[in-house]
């Protein structure tokens, strides 16, 4: 009976169990996860784990919901509860008080419905940590606990493969960003690639190992897991969604499109807004980085119908609300950005929403696209509503303060430029510059709106330093390989240093990371064309 159990849950061919509906045909990858509950319970309870690790939150709750339906005694499908109202553990920023009280809910039905197993008592006391004394204990130091009791539960229950995968998502959403050993992170990817080859159609170990290596120099890491995951559960948005985190670590733009162009197709069918923004952001970085400007304008124009099915008061899939504000501030950021459009970046219309460091992404667009065309005024107020909202992020959301710093070091500069204040602007852009090399990216964005690396190689190139230049944008590209305007900026700059290999490798690539770009399209790829001999 139990291979049959794993096999609704593995294929998707069954939606009903004894006559009883479970779910939808889905395909959600194989998961078995033992627990003392009824027969009846298991296999739902069995599918809501599936869908909790492809983080489809809303369909989990629903899930563990019918499985106390089916055994009302089920305790652990509390902690299923428990664990779903945490939502993305790699979404940035403090959990909102709404999902603390659902999350402390779940923990006190438990604990009033008690666990039949001391393995599923560690499991509720675990994920207890994470909600209990919210008030008094800062987020970081609950979820160090909950990751310590979890390692005490894999090591106690060896054979639990559940406990072992579970351990290795809290050591890789508890890392330090500041952290670049990467300690955490190739430690659970140690633990997940080991059971990968037991488990090749497992969700879960797909996906944590996606978010393991998602940084420059782990992600190559992670190209099996990439591949594979959206094959392991296809009927969800977030699977078909999290290999473009690889692909774009590693510069994969076409493959970055298409995942990236499904995810959205399903993500628009369930109406899940704020995963089909989340989405379409890593479309548009994908889309800009090749020159493909006319298919990224054509999703901008998308952007009103995806507000429409955006619902942040529903629960949450994968991508949490500040998700989908933060695509709706990005996109248009890096359409103007990524092109070199200062004018438009200048008058990018302001949309308020909950989140300070999404309308600090329009601030910082507006501030540098002002500066670039000497709009001094424009830039300055610009700045000055940059540094309110770093301040406003400052009591409690230290990760979003420091990027927020970051954006106001880098439009400062570009101000400073402006006004003909050259080492200022140059000292400026290198603070930014050593705060963006001291952190890492949220997951959240497939990357700043602007390097700020980046940048400072295109100041050293209006200073007439190329060969100062060039080395920023080779280090920019060392951290994100195959970028449109690093690569650009390296060509350019090996050529007005003198440096005719170099600047023929680089036209080459841009050439090559072009190759379905518009034509005539952009300056850069007409003057590689020239340059190259090619049409």
């Known amino acids: 009976m139990m291979g049959r159990i794993c096999l609704f849950v593995t294929l998707g061919f069954a939606s009903r169990l004894n006559g009883q509906e479970i779910a939808p045909i889905q395909k959600l990858g194989t998961v078995h996860f033992a627990t003392s509950c009824s027969p009846a319970a298991q296999p739902v309870f069995n599918r809501a784990v599936a869908l909790l690790h492809s983080f489809e939150f809303r369909q989990a709750i629903e899930g563990f919901n019918a499985t106390l339906k089916a055994d009302s005694t089920c305790g652990i499908a509390y902690w299923g509860l428990a664990l779903s109202a945490w939502g993305n553990p790699f979404a940035p920023g403090i959990k909102p008080a709404g999902q603390i009280a659902a999350g402390l809910d779940a923990v006190e039905h438990a604990k009033a419905t008690g666990s039949k197993t001391r393995r599923e008592k560690i499991y509720e006391g675990a994920v207890a940590f994470l909600y209990e004394n919210a008030a008094d204990i800062d987020q970081h130091t609950r979820l160090t606990v909950y990751r310590d009791v979890m390692k005490v539960l894999a090591a106690e229950y060896p054979d639990d493969v559940e406990a072992s995968i579970f351990y290795a998502l809290a050591l890789a959403q508890s890392a330090d960003p500041a952290d670049k050993t990467y300690a955490s992170q190739l430690a659970a990817g140690a633990i997940l690639e080991k059971l990968a080859l037991k488990y090749p159609n497992h969700p879960g170990i797909a996906h944590y190992i996606i978010h393991s290596y998602d940084f420059p120099p782990l992600a190559s890491h992670a190209l099996h897991a990439a591949n594979s995951y959206s094959m392991i559960a296809p009927s969800m948005p977030h699977a078909l969604h999290m290999p473009s985190h690889t692909f774009t670590r590693v510069g994969y733009w076409q493959e970055s499109i298409d995942a990236n162009r499904k995810s959205a197709a399903v993500s628009r069918r369930a109406t899940s807004g704020a995963e089909e923004l989340h989405a379409s952001d890593y479309m548009m970085y994908a889309y ?103 301040d406003e992020l400052a009591p409690k959301e230290k990760y979003w303060t420091e990027q927020t710093e970051i954006q106001v070091r880098g439009a400062s500069a570009w101000l400073a430029f402006a006004e003909g204040k050259k080492d200022e602007a140059l000292a400026t852009m290198s603070e930014a510059v050593a705060r963006e090399d001291a952190t890492e990216k949220s997951s959240l964005t497939p990357g700043p709106v602007a390097p700020a690396r980046e940048m400072l190689g295109e100041m050293l190139l209006e200073l007439n330093q190329p060969a100062e230049a060039l080395k920023d944008f080779e280090t920019t590209l060392t951290i994100e390989p195959r970028r449109f305007r690093s690569v650009a900026g390296a060509a350019k700059a090996a050529l007005a240093a003198g440096e005719s290999a170099p600047a023929k490798r680089y036209y080459a690539q841009l050439m090559k990371i072009g190759e379905r770009g518009d034509k005539p399209g952009r300056a850069e790829l007409i003057a590689a064309r020239r340059l190259t001999g090619r049409s």
Do not use: C
Request: aromatic letters at 8%; a positive charge.
């Open 288 to 390: 800009l980085q090749t020159g493909q400007d006319r298919a990224a304008r054509a999703l901008l124009e998308t952007i009103p119908l995806m507000v429409a099915d955006f619902d942040p008061t529903k629960p949450s899939s994968a991508a949490p609300p500040q998700a989908g504000y933060f695509a709706i501030a990005a996109m248009p950021a890096r359409y103007a950005l990524e092109r070199g459009a200062w004018n438009e970046a200048a008058h990018l219309p302001v949309n308020k929403s909950p989140f300070a460091y999404a309308d600090a992404i329009t601030y910082f667009a507006r501030a540098v696209g002002a500066a670039r065309i000497g709009d001094t005024v424009t830039a300055r107020s610009a700045i000055t509503e940059l540094q309110r909202l770093r």
